[in-house]
C-alpha cells in the first residue's frame, strides 16, 4: 500500500510540475466531455426517436392488419396530390369504385405515398390492389400482398361487367390462370367508333414469330381506353397473353406483373 501511495503522489507532482502532460490531460478530459456530451444531446435521443418512430410503425401497420381485412380491387375514379412528401414521394388521395365479390360496388377513398416511378401508371380508370374494413367502407388502404387469385377473378368480373358483349367471364380466367406472355407484332390497329363504359371499340391483327411452328396470324375485337391507344402504334411490338394450343384466345397486357388482359 505504502509503495501505492508514494507512486500516486509522484505521478500527482510530476504531472503538476510538467505543464506540457497536465494540458495534454486537460484536453483529453475535455475531448471526452465533449464527446459524452454530443452523445447524450443528439445521438442518444436520435436513436430513442428512431426507435420509437419503428415501434409506432409496427403499431400502425398491425392496426392495420387487424382493421383492414377485406381484398379488393378499386378503379380509380380521381386523384390529387395532398401537398405531403414522405423521401421525397408525393402523397395522393385517390376516390375509387371498389369492388365487391358479388360483383357490386361502393366507393371509398385512399391516401398513400407513390414512388414517382410509379406515378405515370396510375390514372382515373386504373385499377389498383387495395384492403377494407368491411365494417367501415369509407377508407381502405393500398394493398402490398395483394392475393393474386383474387385480384383476377374480380378483374375479370369487372371487365365482363363493362364489356359484356366481348370475352366472357371464363375466358377471361382462363387467361388469367393458364396463359403465357408473348411479344407479338402489331400488324394493324383500326378504331370501329364504337364506345362503350368510356372505352372504345378497335380491330386488332398481331404477329407471333415462332422459328419452329412459323408465325402465327390473330385477330380479334376488344375495347382499349386512352392510356392503351398511346401504345397501340402498328409496326411496334406489344405483350399479349396467349394459351397454347389456343391462338384464337389472346388478349393485350395492361399490367405484366399481374396479367391484367384487355
Not at 11 to 22: D, E, F, G, R
Not at 90 to 106: I, N
Request: some cysteine; glycine content about 4%.
Amino acid at each position: 500500500m505504502n509503495n501505492n501511495g508514494e507512486f500516486f503522489d509522484w505521478l500527482v507532482n510530476y504531472i503538476l510540475q510538467t505543464p506540457q502532460v497536465l494540458v495534454v490531460i486537460v484536453t483529453i478530459l475535455a475531448v471526452l466531455i465533449i464527446v459524452l456530451l454530443i452523445f447524450v444531446m443528439v445521438i442518444l435521443p436520435g436513436i430513442i426517436s428512431f426507435n420509437l418512430y419503428n415501434r409506432r410503425q409496427k403499431k400502425q401497420e398491425q392496426y392495420q392488419n387487424d382493421i383492414y381485412t377485406a381484398k379488393t380491387i378499386g378503379v380509380i375514379r380521381s386523384m390529387k396530390q395532398t401537398g405531403r412528401y414522405i423521401n421525397e414521394n408525393p402523397e395522393f388521395c385517390f376516390v375509387l369504385d371498389a369492388l365487391t365479390k358479388d360483383g357490386t360496388f361502393f366507393q371509398t377513398t385512399v391516401t398513400e405515398n407513390i414512388p414517382l416511378i410509379q406515378i405515370s401508371m396510375l390514372a382515373p380508370g386504373e385499377v389498383i390492389s387495395i384492403r377494407y374494413d368491411p365494417e367501415n367502407c369509407s377508407h381502405a388502404i393500398g394493398d402490398n400482398a395483394p392475393d393474386i387469385a383474387l385480384i383476377d377473378e374480380l378483374i375479370a368480373r369487372y371487365q365482363c361487367q363493362r364489356h359484356p358483349e366481348e370475352l366472357s367471364y371464363d375466358q377471361r380466367m382462363e387467361l388469367a390462370r393458364n396463359s403465357v406472355i408473348k411479344k407479338a407484332l402489331l400488324e394493324s390497329f383500326r378504331l370501329t367508333g364504337k364506345k362503350e363504359a368510356g372505352d372504345q371499340e378497335a380491330e386488332v391483327i398481331v404477329r407471333i414469330t415462332d422459328n419452329i411452328a412459323g408465325d402465327s396470324v390473330m385477330s380479334r375485337t376488344l375495347y382499349v381506353n386512352d392510356k392503351m391507344l398511346q401504345y397501340m402504334i402498328p409496326g411496334k411490338y406489344i405483350d399479349i397473353s396467349i394459351i397454347p394450343g389456343k391462338d384464337s384466345l389472346f388478349g393485350i397486357v395492361t399490367d405484366i406483373t399481374t396479367k391484367v388482359v384487355s
